[in-house]
């Protein structure tokens, strides 16, 4: 089937820290992997997405490489601001309008 | 642009009463739109898909009679709990898409927290 691995727990770092989240995926074929993330009280906006093998997708800093020998879509930023405090999900589309979502990671910034 | 909003955003109830929860897409039409469960610490996970008009689709193990979705417009969707039970406390988040055709865009409210006692 198709599914996205998130690693558990949350992550908690402080201002101008190195962030690394890690994604795993199972699926048919090669799908369209995403990061979204959700801000307090806010809907899941779509942060970056990558269509095919070896694209990188980037915004706001953030980076994610679709790597599929690992059938990985590490999430990283270089260097994280108390702003970026969120809730962060991988997610991967597997057509007929179907997305299938991680777990999240709670990210936590400290000034 | 594309915003969705969701009401409301948090509601409690007695076991036994039925709830609705509305979620419209502000600045774009909707043709299809989405309602996902998400439990504590866990992913989200589709429940069904509504098209403008027409009847939803429901993911496998998920019961249509308790969970009656109707889109009857193209900015607004409604998901009414019937006789909800504790089991039913969660949160509910609608995401909605503009167009036809597959596409894998889709933009989300900001959930409905039900807390059934």
């Known amino acids: 089937g198709n599914s996205v691995t998130q690693m558990e727990g949350p992550v908690t770092l402080s201002e101008e820290a190195f962030l690394t989240i890690n994604c795993t995926y199972t699926a048919t074929g090669y799908p369209s992997l995403f990061w979204y993330v959700q801000y307090p009280g806010e809907g899941l906006q779509l942060l970056l997405k990558a269509t095919k093998a070896d694209d990188k997708g980037s915004n706001k800093g953030f980076e994610a490489t679709y790597r599929k020998e690992t059938t990985s879509f590490h999430l990283e930023k270089g260097s994280v601001q108390v702003s970026d405090s969120a809730v962060y999900f991988c997610?991967?589309?597997?057509?007929?309008?179907?997305?299938?979502f991680g777990k999240g990671n709670q990210v936590v910034v400290i000034p | 642009g594309a915003v969705v909003s969701q009401h409301p955003s948090w509601v409690i109830c007695k076991s036994g009463t039925s709830v609705k929860i509305e979620c419209r897409s502000l600045d774009f039409q909707a043709t299809t739109m989405f309602w996902y469960r998400q439990f504590p610490k866990q992913s989200l996970m589709l429940m069904a898909t509504?098209?403008?008009?027409?009847?939803?689709?429901?993911e496998q193990g998920v019961e249509k009679d308790k969970f009656l979705i109707n889109h009857a417009s193209l900015t607004l969707s409604t998901l009414t709990v019937t006789s909800a039970h504790p089991e039913d406390s969660s949160f509910y988040i609608c995401?909605?898409?503009?167009?036809?055709?597959?596409?894998?865009?889709?933009?989300f409210g900001p959930g409905t927290r039900l807390t059934v006692l």
């Open positions: 995401s909605a898409r503009a167009g036809k055709g597959d596409t894998d865009t889709q933009y």
């Open positions: 997610a991967l589309y597997y057509g007929n309008n179907r997305l299938a």
């Open positions: 509504s098209n403008e008009g027409s009847k939803a689709t429901y």
